[in-house]
């Protein structure tokens, strides 16, 4: 490698080539060597890669996407108004109707199921 390195100029033959030479197979990656050319050919006008601009313009399509489902949605009564807050209080079952116990009231063998805790506290 060495040898080719005095031989051929970096312009000539790049390290990369030298190293796909040197090994006889092709997409050798060399990482940390300066002097060698990034193995994309693509110029910066091919990037698939979309500008900040772009990401913004998806993000307000997106967002009004998103605002119309929610007024779909709230309109069907599938949804609360997004002004109503669902919190623990308001969405348990004690809102539903499915259990009998009020706020502060004992439930019977709780005590006993986490007495035997008691000492690791």
């Not at 307000?60 to 709230?74: A, F, R």
């Not at 997004?82 to 005590?111: F, K």
Request: glycine share 10%.
């Amino acid at each position: 490698m060495m040898e080719m390195r005095r031989e051929k100029s970096p312009e000539d033959l790049t390290d990369k080539q030298i190293l796909e030479k040197v090994l006889g197979r092709e997409s050798v990656r060399l990482f940390g060597w300066g002097r060698s050319p990034t193995g994309s050919k693509r110029s910066r006008g091919d990037s698939n890669i979309p500008t900040y601009t772009q990401l913004l313009d998806r993000v307000g399509e997106l967002s009004g996407t998103v605002e119309m489902m929610k007024k779909l949605l709230i309109e069907k009564n599938i949804m609360l108004p997004t002004s109503h807050i669902p919190s623990d209080h308001s969405s348990g079952a004690l809102n539903r109707g499915s259990s009998s116990i009020g706020r502060g009231q004992h439930v019977d063998g709780y005590e006993d199921s986490t007495s035997e805790y008691d000492d690791i506290v």
